[in-house]
């Protein structure tokens, strides 16, 4: 399991760059190759809007279609903003390039964060992409600040593309 999430911002827009990838081989036999690489750029409109462009290519070996490639655009509302509690949704709509042809795909994302404690967090991510083959990516995570710089999570991914997979690890992570 690598993942690496980096984020950026300079007065109004902030930038993500979101990297994934997952194998898993027993005995000889990989049950699990997949990974993603997302670019993210957000501009804000008032202190609870804003409209984005997303780029995507994610990669999955056990899928018909194993490539896929989307660009969007897109609105998001940051429904709840607190010092303990943050939550925002997001709708875009793109292209879906794939091996078999272009299609026009529908995104909903809805994020939650939790401060349950100074150095304790809870998120949870979910993502619905309406195309020829719909996706489900539900990203549950607790994560605990070491120090500063360090901290540990554990994670859950639960992807449904067409198969359903969950994968559970512990992280290791440093902010710079």
Do not use: C, H
Not at 61 to 77: K, P, V
């Amino acid at each position: 399991v690598t993942s690496l999430d980096y984020s950026w911002a300079n007065e109004r827009f902030e930038r993500d760059i979101e990297f994934d990838y997952r194998y898993q081989d027993k005995n000889n036999i990989t049950s699990t190759n997949k990974g993603l690489f997302a670019f993210k750029q957000r501009y804000e409109l008032k202190p609870r809007q804003y409209v984005f462009s997303l780029s995507r290519y994610d990669y999955n070996e056990f899928r018909a279609i194993d490539s896929r490639l989307q660009s969007n655009i897109g609105w998001g509302y940051k429904i709840l903003r607190s010092e303990k509690i943050k939550m925002s949704n997001e709708f875009a709509i793109g292209v879906l390039y794939t091996d078999v042809g272009t299609e026009v795909i529908f995104r909903n994302s809805l994020w939650f964060f939790y401060k349950l404690a100074p150095k304790l967090n809870f998120s949870n991510k979910i993502l619905y992409e309406a195309a020829n083959t719909p996706l489900i990516r539900n990203e549950t995570e607790f994560s605990y600040l070491l120090t500063d710089k360090v901290r540990i999570s554990l994670k859950n991914i639960y992807t449904e593309d067409p198969r359903s997979d969950n994968i559970l690890s512990f992280n290791v992570g440093y902010a710079w």
